[in-house]
């Protein structure tokens, strides 16, 4: 399991680990991804990845929407032109598309 040093407490001279959360993994997993770009709305259980997210703004670009499914158009197009760029994506929002 992964883990993340905190602070110990004083005098004591070592840090302690803690495990990673949910949507700490889920940021450092888009992260780690070459120039990552996120689309989404920020909301209800997207709240802890976009904070997690918030803390790794230097190397992941978030692009904020108004409408969830507007995400998914987003990315699928830059998707379908990061297959010549060679660029990834991710999206977020509590649901994509629903079949109609």
């Known amino acids: 399991m ?3 040093s905190e602070p110990a407490p004083a005098g004591s001279g070592q840090r302690a680990a803690r495990p990673l959360t949910g949507a700490q993994a889920v940021a450092a997993v888009i992260a780690g991804q070459e120039r ?3 689309y989404g709305m920020p909301g209800g259980y997207t709240m802890h990845i976009y904070d997690a997210l918030f803390a790794l ?3 992941v670009d978030t692009r904020l929407v108004r409408q969830e499914s507007v995400a998914t158009v987003m990315a699928e197009a830059i998707y379908n032109e990061g ?3 060679h660029r990834e994506h991710s999206d ?5 598309w629903e079949e109609v």
């Open 92 to 96: 977020i929002a509590e649901a994509d």
């Open 2 to 4: 992964s883990t993340v």
């Open 36 to 38: 990552p770009v996120v």
């Open 83 to 85: 297959l010549l760029w």
């Open 57 to 59: 703004r230097d190397r």
